[in-house]
């Protein structure tokens, strides 16, 4: 199985900037996919930024292109968001995911979430 542990969040000021990052462990797994979902107060849990392992495939929600900035390192199975220029609206918990598939067979595919960290942009 596969253990995600999150740091960073915190309190921004509007305009400000954050890092995330997810750390992955475990054995026995190929990372696919790696990104992070975001859930503000009474809102459903949306994707926010996503990359890919074998070509480095960047997704981001439309409201964070041009400020937030997703990353990894393959070798530490670790992703980052460098959020700047952060809004008000940012404020959720954000919750790192991976997508992995064993690494015998690559047919069993799973997602393994973090436990949230959370964000908060205010003056």
């Known amino acids: 199985q596969v253990q995600l542990v999150e740091s960073g969040g915190g309190l921004a000021q509007p305009g400000g900037s954050l890092r995330l990052s997810c750390a992955a462990s475990?054995?026995?797994?190929?990372?696919?996919?790696m990104g992070w979902y975001g859930q503000a107060p009474g809102k459903q849990r949306e994707l926010v930024a996503s990359?890919?392992?074998?070509?480095?495939?960047?997704n981001y929600a439309d409201s964070v292109k041009g400020r937030f900035t997703i990353s990894r390192d393959n070798a530490a199975n670790t992703v980052y968001l460098e959020m700047n220029s952060l809004k008000p609206e940012d404020t959720a918990t954000y919750y790192c995911?991976?997508?992995?598939?064993?690494?015998?067979?690559?047919?069993?595919?799973?997602?393994?979430w973090g436990e949230g960290t959370q964000v908060t942009v205010s003056s």
């Open positions: 995911y991976s997508f992995q598939a064993d690494s015998a067979t690559r047919k069993y595919r799973y997602t393994t």
């Open positions: 475990g054995s026995l797994f190929v990372i696919l996919t």
């Open positions: 990359v890919t392992t074998s070509d480095r495939t960047t």
